[in-house]
């Protein structure tokens, strides 16, 4: 789903949010809803993709939990509702890079035992992350790997990466909701939002 730079999102007065986010926000960028509807047909073309494989979950946290958690309840849901059944394993790694609303140099992997056949992943903002990520997976030799990701953004980097599913290509923005954070804040409001000034200062650190 391609949300488009004149995209002026959903007033915030047509939906509920934490209380505590009152005045830091500037508009939904994409409800929650929609997400999880987008994400359960992700899963379905994930499932349908994946053949007789058994999957190996990578989820990418923080960011990447609630996105991670919808899609594999769908799958689990796809495949307990089918004739094939698809036996999974979740494994996690803890990835960080951004300060402020800016992509950092260096990178931290932390965690992950089991590597890999897929990866579940928030958001490809320069795609920087996925790329140092895709090539520590890469020394496993996994038979495949697969990145999901919920939503890609249009930024101007040249070395933009694409994932093999997402769920929405969005405007170059910072976003934040639905696990994603901004200093660490909004992982607890459901909805995607585009931050305001007021809110960018308030959490700044
Ligand atoms: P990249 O290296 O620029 O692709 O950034 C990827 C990571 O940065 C994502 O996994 C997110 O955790 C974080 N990130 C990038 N853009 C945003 C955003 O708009 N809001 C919140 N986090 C973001
Ligand atoms: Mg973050």
Redesign the pocket.
């Known amino acids: 789903i391609q949300i488009s730079d004149n995209w002026p999102g959903y007033s915030l007065d047509l939906f509920t949010y934490p209380q505590h986010y009152y005045g830091d926000l500037e508009y939904v960028l994409i409800p929650h809803g929609i997400i999880v509807d987008r994400t359960e047909r992700l899963a379905k073309d994930i499932v349908q993709d994946i053949g007789d494989n058994d999957i190996v979950v990578l989820c990418?946290l923080k960011?990447?939990y609630k996105f991670c958690a919808d899609l594999v309840e769908h799958i689990k849901n796809l495949s307990r509702n089918s004739e094939r059944f698809i036996s999974m394993k979740v494994d996690f790694v803890r990835?960080k890079?951004?300060h402020n609303d800016q992509?950092m140099q260096d990178m931290q992997i932390m965690g992950g035992d089991d590597l890999s056949k897929l990866t579940g992943?928030?958001?490809?903002?320069?795609?920087?992350?996925?790329k140092v990520l895709l090539n520590t997976i890469e020394k496993y030799k996994p038979k495949m790997i697969k990145v999901a990701s919920l939503l890609v953004?249009r930024t101007s980097r040249p070395d933009g990466y694409r994932p093999d599913y997402y769920g929405f290509e969005i405007p170059d923005?910072?976003?934040?909701g639905y696990a994603?954070?901004?200093n660490e804040h909004f992982r607890d409001l459901n909805h995607i939002c585009v931050i305001n000034d007021h809110g960018k200062a308030k959490y700044r650190v």
């Open positions: 990418v960011g990447g990835l890079s951004y992509s992943k928030d958001i490809v903002g320069t795609g920087r992350t996925m953004k923005l910072f976003v934040v994603l954070d901004y």
